[in-house]
């Protein structure tokens, strides 16, 4: 079963933020949540990560609840680009072939930006 | 950032031939590489693990003499679609990590469609 649960879709206005939730409430203490997206026809592509601070970089920010157990992706200014399955996932920080093999990505979220 | 890039970026083949697909880390070595497929709105599924100068890790039910993998060096690995059929047609993903602990970064897939 997948670690981490999303919501199957989600629309956002352009230039509004755009606030996709996630619930891993299993997490273990030495789990990072990463979140990905895949634009259509393309490969997965690298947004954020964190472990229990918050997180903000050129593309999103991440608030991750104090006990660990959701998070919330924000885009500050949704665009149409940003159309795409965001996937968030869960995994220790020691990326190696057994951590990869034990990666669930789930069916993400797929959102729509809508001018 | 790393990159990623896969070649090509489609193609269409007919049934019974044999397709080959490159994955290259452009400014990275990468010692291990992993190969996904991808269903139409399916996510992500790990087929194998490409191991630079060994055999590949295939995960369970993916046969190996069907989908032939080879990592000769630190910057490529292959994926070869041996007698393509009909059900073959998917999305093939490629990633690389740089080192262990860093992030993992994908191609830009390629869509195999067998005629």
């Known amino acids: 079963d997948a670690k981490t649960t999303q919501p199957p879709s989600m629309d956002c206005a352009e230039g509004r933020a755009a606030n996709l939730p996630c619930n891993h409430s299993t997490i273990s203490g030495n789990e990072y949540v990463y979140w990905y997206r895949q634009i259509h026809s393309q490969g997965p592509q690298y947004i954020i990560h964190g472990l229990k601070n918050n997180e903000t970089n050129e593309m999103a920010s991440l608030i991750i609840t104090e006990d660990r157990k959701s998070s919330t992706l924000i885009l500050p200014h949704a665009t149409l680009r940003d159309t795409a399955v965001y996937y968030c996932?869960?995994?220790?920080?020691?990326?190696?072939?057994?951590?990869?093999?034990?990666?669930?990505w789930g069916l993400g979220t797929s959102l729509a930006v809508n001018p | 950032g790393a990159v990623v890039s896969q070649h090509p970026s489609w193609v269409i083949c007919k049934s019974g031939t044999s397709v080959k697909i490159e994955c290259r880390s452009l400014d990275f070595q990468a010692t291990t590489m992993f190969w996904y497929r991808q269903f139409p709105k399916q996510s992500l599924m790990l087929m194998a693990t490409?191991?630079?100068?060994?055999?590949?890790?295939?995960e369970q039910g993916v046969e190996k003499d069907k989908f032939l993998i080879n990592h000769a060096s630190l910057t490529l690995s292959t994926l070869t679609v041996t007698s393509a059929h009909p059900e073959d047609s998917s999305f093939y993903i490629c990633?690389?990590?740089?080192?262990?602990?860093?992030?993992?970064?994908f191609g830009s897939g390629t869509q195999l469609s067998v005629l």
């Open positions: 996932i869960v995994r220790v920080s020691q990326h190696n072939a057994g951590n990869n093999r034990k990666l669930i």
């Open positions: 490409s191991n630079e100068g060994s055999k590949a890790t295939y």
């Open positions: 990633s690389a990590t740089p080192r262990a602990g860093g992030k993992l970064f």
